[in-house]
């Protein structure tokens, strides 16, 4: 957008967000991106000081309230249609030449002369009418009363050229206040955060662990929890966990950089640093519970936000190429937070559970993940992610469950699948394992509200596709036992080269077993086309490569099952039960005999063991 002069500061409309106010200012409208001058200083003719990035603040209380500032206050509830002034030069008098400054620069500050300005405007969120600023010269002043009368509350320590780049009033205590000083242009490069609990009567400053270097630019209260601080400094973000007593970093990944300012929105920490981007801490749940009580725990398990159930977005089969730019989205599913206070020596364990108390995913640290073979893939390897156990390692920890039910024939199903059914929304409880404790916790998924399908035609998705994915196990199962059964005949075949009745068994059986089971991939079931059971007998692939097809339409949207998939369903699932009853068959009756032949012949019997066979 324009600016309109020096200031870059920009203000969305807390009511209509197309609608933004900025410089020293300007409105634009999205919705037809016309720009319109505002200034609010053509009643008030002076000279108005500026800096770059004079504030645009809207009030929580009243949002058709917005204030700017210069060297004094304005105020307007009508989109800037028309302006008040609503202070006097809250600024110093004479700020002085600091000590610091060489000849040649002391030189162009003339004596006298007032420079300051407006740096932060504060209205309280609780209180109307109580508005806090600071000045880029250091003076904190307050209004109780929208500007009728003003108090300097600065604190006593504060010098001139000490800039207050924020105040931040608190939503939860009547008369408690955050000012954040920067003192850098004095070459002083400790962090000033002065708080005070009686409407600036008196300060206390409360910057402990905040280690010099890291000025601050700007300070935060939690919207959800009293207590909880956010700082930005010069070199990264800070957190206080007991309203600003003490302070540790909250760096993660962020690179050292200078961060001028942050918001909390939702769940989500936002900032902005001073050339290198914007970034966000999703979901800060686990902060706003944390504790001493969470510390001093062997093990401890957060409980999580409301996860919704939103699908992940589609590349339609081309990722992005790693030489563009690009920034990950937020992990789609539910964000499980643990707590191990150091490396316990069992295995780490998380199960969900359903309102029923049915098991619904179980995830353990000793867990054994499959690993993609590059050699045998025809794609990139930055396109394939293999999942990874939940770790046991000392401190804190991130686990994502994507909201799937446990399936037996996961592995068998296309890449950009994966998992059970989709949970519906409702009630569910995580339990954590560790340590020799067991915790649990309740979590709620709910549907993405962008779509309104009735909770009856979730259930009736998720209920058809439960019994598809139950089919694929099952039948992936007897895939893999077949498939290991042919191996032991062809090993006996050679053990048994000269008893022609054994051999002739041995090799009726394999028919049998082949024509049951099945070759190749499964059937053909493919992309562009999808076949119902005909006349002819089905075999054991085609049944489990249908019902894997079929359960990828039932939950290619979150919609009722179409008329032709619940169907198609119902024909498959009856020719699968033919199909199994000649499965069960042979192993009844032609392997009960072929096994009685072995017997004879002193040699070992055909196994079906399941464990030893699963897929």
């Not at 324009?2 to 967000?17: C, F, I, L, R, T």
């Not at 780049?165 to 955060?193: C, M, N, P, W």
């Not at 919704?308 to 589609?314: C, H, K």
Request: net charge negative; charged share 25%.
């Amino acid at each position: 957008m324009e600016a309109g002069g020096e200031s870059d500061y920009v203000a969305p409309d807390p009511v209509n967000p197309r609608i933004i106010y900025g410089g020293s200012v300007v409105r634009q409208d999205f919705h037809n991106e016309e720009v319109q001058q505002i200034p609010p200083t053509l009643m008030y003719p002076s000279d108005y000081r500026r800096t770059w990035t004079l504030p645009l603040v809207f009030s929580e209380i009243e949002p058709h309230v917005l204030y700017f500032s210069a060297q004094v206050l304005f105020r307007t509830a009508d989109g800037g249609n028309s302006w008040q002034k609503i202070s006097p030069d809250l600024t110093r008098e004479d700020p002085g030449v600091p000590a610091n400054l060489d000849a040649a620069t002391a030189a162009d500050v003339p004596p006298g002369k007032r420079h300051g300005v407006i740096y932060t405007i504060a209205p309280s969120p609780k209180v109307a009418g109580e508005i806090w600023v600071g000045t880029d010269d250091g003076l904190v002043h307050l209004t109780r009363d929208e500007g009728k009368t003003w108090n300097d509350v600065t604190p006593k320590e504060l010098t001139p050229w000490s800039k207050v780049t924020h105040i931040a009033v608190s939503r939860f205590d009547g008369g408690k206040a955050f000012a954040a000083v920067d003192r850098h242009r004095l070459e002083d490069l400790q962090a000033y955060l002065y708080r005070t609990k009686d409407f600036g009567k008196t300060w206390q400053r409360v910057s402990n662990g905040i280690p010099e270097g890291s000025f601050l630019n700007c300070v935060r209260e939690d919207p959800k929890v009293a207590g909880l601080l956010y700082a930005c400094t010069e070199k990264g973000v800070y957190v206080s966990f007991d309203d600003g007593d003490n302070w540790s970093p909250l760096q993660l990944n962020l690179p050292t950089t200078s961060v001028r300012d942050l918001v909390v929105h939702g769940d989500d920490l936002v900032i902005a640093t001073f050339g290198r981007s914007f970034w966000v801490l999703d979901d800060v749940t686990p902060l706003r519970q944390w504790s001493a009580k969470v510390a001093s725990a062997d093990a401890w398990l957060f409980e999580p936000q409301t996860a919704l159930r939103v699908r992940p977005g589609s590349d339609q089969g081309t990722p992005i190429p790693l030489d563009e730019p690009q920034a990950e989205n937020p992990p789609t599913g539910a964000v499980l937070d643990y707590y191990l206070k150091e490396k316990p020596t069992e295995a780490v364990q998380l199960e969900i559970f359903d309102a029923a108390g049915i098991t619904v995913r179980r995830f353990a640290s000793n867990d054994e993940m499959p690993k993609t073979n590059p050699d045998e893939l025809d794609i990139p390897m930055y396109w394939v992610h293999d999942a990874e156990p939940l770790s046991a390692e000392a401190g804190m920890h991130r686990f994502v469950w994507d909201l799937r039910y446990a399936f037996a024939g996961a592995r068998r199903r296309s890449r950009r699948g994966g998992g059970g059914p989709i949970a519906v929304p409702g009630r569910y409880t995580v339990k954590l394992t560790a340590a020799g404790k067991t915790i649990s916790v309740p979590l709620v998924i709910t549907m993405d509200p962008r779509v309104k399908t009735s909770a009856a035609d979730l259930e009736r998705q998720f209920q058809l596709a439960s019994r598809l994915a139950a089919g694929v196990g099952e039948f992936s199962a007897a895939v893999a036992r077949a498939d290991d059964l042919q191996k032991q005949i062809a090993a006996r075949s050679k053990e048994a080269a000269g008893n022609a009745e054994l051999a002739v068994a041995l090799a009726d059986l394999e028919k049998k077993i082949g024509a049951t089971a099945g070759s190749g991939a499964g059937g053909g079931f493919g992309s562009f086309g999808f076949a119902i059971p005909g006349n002819d007998p089905t075999t054991l692939r085609q049944v489990s490569a249908a019902m894997g097809t079929l359960m990828g339409i039932v939950e290619s949207a979150d919609v009722a099952p179409s008329a032709d998939a619940a169907a198609a369903s119902e024909k498959w699932e009856a020719a699968g039960k033919a199909t199994l009853a000649r499965w069960s068959a042979i192993q009844a009756k032609d392997l009960a005999n072929l096994n009685s032949l072995l017997e004879k012949a002193h040699l070992q019997s055909l196994k079906t063991d399941a464990e030893k066979t699963h897929p």
